[in-house]
């Protein structure tokens, strides 16, 4: 970080480190509301940034979670404990078409099903009671189709109506699904890209964290503010070219990260087994299949 970013970043969180206790909590409660897309315009305006960056139409955002190592607290038995063997705490997110953070979900005991992770957020909770001004479906630009705004997300979560995820291996039986998955790929790889770099700068999730997990908490929402911050005002140095997945335009397929993650201690989430769909998200897919074959093929 250099001088002019450092002061850009400490005038912003002077009046928020100042002994002003109520104007801090208030600060940052404004912060959140004004931060987070609130509006339909506004996540309209972050589809239009995957379509134009990542030919991905009406997307959303990029889902995905990780387990953060912890050393847990004393008495807590098998709280913190999780499918790898180790304790952790899980930290869920939504990533848009600029590796930055739309919202952080933090805390998520390790020893929850990672099927149930999401269903514990506020974030999901409010999606199902549609608290969230998501934009109607709308024919996609220079097309008759007509497709929902969705979220993209992979194995650990379920499919629906709004969260389109990839077909299984098993399940890429023909072209076009193949074409399917690159495409969600390439709009997905966003969250590991913004987890990657996350992990590689701030050391503290080169181990296990051992202080009170509240205090985790605090320290695990701080990197992201600070990872938000420096890839606005500063990306190319804070975030390399190295950092991220890369293509390969032959096979269409999103190969290895470039970025150092042999110290990192996140864990993916684990993939969910095969479940019952409702027949409307296949639905869905199948459409987001077909303009990615058709109108919208690259």
Known sequence: MNEETYMKLLTLVTPLIEKQDTVMRNAISAHERSTFPDTSAKWKQIAQHFEERWNFPHCLGAIGGKHIDIIPPVDSGSYYYNYKGRHSMVLMAIVGARYRFILADFGTNGIVSDGEVLQNTKFFKKLQNKKFNIPDPENIESSSRCLPYVFVTDDAFAL??????????ADLNNHAKKIFNYRLSRARRLVENAFGILSSRFRIYHTQINI???KIENIVMATIALHNFLMENV????????CFYH??????TVVNRGYDTARSTMEDLQRRNQENVLNNAKIITQEYQNYFVNEGKV
């Open 235 to 242: 990306p190319y140095s804070y975030a390399p070219t190295r």
């Open 247 to 252: 293509e390969n335009i032959n096979n269409r």
């Open 160 to 169: 629906r109506t709004d969260m389109l995820k990839p077909y299984r291996q």
């Open 212 to 214: 009170e997990p509240d």
